[in-house]
């Protein structure tokens, strides 16, 4: 059975985190091929955790280096 954008855009957030399976993982690629707007929120999540991890290594950097 073929998830809804619901179903789809929660794995793909536990996702994240490492808390989906194999089997989900194999689920939300089958509707990432059909769907553009969760394939667009995807690369949301990617852009949105690029971007804390650059933060937060900028943090540790600057209190590493006594700023």
Same mark, same amino acid.
């Given at each position: 059975?073929?998830?809804?954008?619901? /179903?789809? %855009?929660?794995?793909? #957030?536990?996702?994240?985190?490492?808390? %989906?399976?194999? @089997? /989900?993982?194999?689920?939300?690629?089958? @509707?990432?091929? %059909?769907? #553009?707007?969760?394939?667009?929120? !995807? !690369?949301?999540?990617? $852009?949105?955790?690029?971007?804390?991890? *650059?933060? $937060? /290594?900028? %943090?540790?950097?600057? /209190?590493? *280096?006594?700023?």
């Amino acid at each position: 059975m073929l998830l809804t954008c619901k /179903e789809a %855009t929660q794995l793909m #957030s536990n996702d994240m985190d490492q808390r %989906t399976t194999l @089997h /989900e993982r194999n689920r939300i690629r089958l @509707h990432l091929i %059909t769907c #553009s707007g969760c394939r667009n929120y !995807r !690369r949301d999540l990617q $852009v949105l955790r690029r971007a804390c991890r *650059s933060m $937060v /290594e900028r %943090t540790l950097d600057g /209190e590493a *280096s006594g700023e």
